[in-house]
């Protein structure tokens, strides 16, 4: 009796800090594409190109990769204890390669037709706006690179096929997703739906199907790739006129 109570004991303790450790983890790999836009709110581009003036680049890219390798390090120990011991030396076939590119461009193209056009938004300002700084780089870094990386390692290894494990993998699809989405938006809005169906759907089924972590990541970066190309491509032929 005292032994299974132990048990339980500790079992609900584990549980519990794995579950901090997830928020943890959440908060801290906001931080590398915070310090690649690190202006959120500005009135005029005046001001905007002000601030920026102001910032100092090295400590930018310094607190972005450390942060990064702060959270690949939480995010491998993460998933060895949900019981998910990933393999990235799995070899990356044709298939996959399509799984992910086709995904990738999938999910922007189901984003685009659930009418959520972001592009008069602030947010999408600030990366247009970011793009012709001298942190364009590490911006595309972070967007492309950087967050397809940590998010699918936390969302699709270390919660899909760790927490959720033992479930259906229909529901575990389903409650990844939903989390996806509230990881995003913070509640049960339009947005949050939009992110569900068109982010947090079709990067679950990818791994799922194609069992490599690698695929979602390559379909997330896709996904993130189009827009940001949309918003630096005027630049580009803003300067071509010129």
């Not at 056009?117 to 364009?136: C, F, H, P, V």
């Amino acid at each position: 009796m005292i032994g299974e109570l132990m048990k339980f004991v500790k079992k609900f303790f584990k549980w519990i800090g794995i579950i901090i450790w997830v928020f943890l983890i959440f908060a801290i790999m906001q931080v590398p594409q915070v310090e690649t836009t690190p202006t959120y709110e500005f009135e005029g581009w005046k001001e905007f190109h002000e601030i920026m003036r102001q910032i100092s680049i090295p400590h930018h890219i310094f607190l972005m990769v450390l942060f990064t390798i702060i959270t690949l390090i939480m995010e491998w120990f993460l998933c060895k204890w949900v019981g998910n011991k990933l393999d990235l030396t799995k070899k990356m076939t044709l298939k996959k390669w399509i799984w992910g590119i086709v995904g990738g461009i999938t999910s922007y193209l189901i984003a685009k037709l659930l009418l959520i056009d972001q592009s008069q938004s602030t947010g999408t300002n600030i990366y247009s706006a970011t793009a012709q700084t001298a942190l364009a780089i590490p911006m595309f870094i972070a967007i492309v690179m950087i967050a397809p990386v940590l998010e699918e390692f936390l969302f699709q290894a270390a919660i899909q096929k760790g927490i959720f494990k033992k479930l259906n993998p229909w529901i575990a699809i389903i409650l990844t997703s939903m989390f996806f989405g509230l990881a995003h938006t913070g509640e049960f809005n339009f947005t949050f739906w939009n992110i569900f169906i068109s982010g947090g759907v079709p990067f679950a089924f990818i791994y799922q199907e194609t069992d490599d972590i690698k695929t979602p990541i390559i379909a997330h970066s896709v996904n993130n790739l189009i827009p940001f190309i949309v918003a630096y491509v005027p630049y580009i032929l803003s300067l071509v006129k010129m």
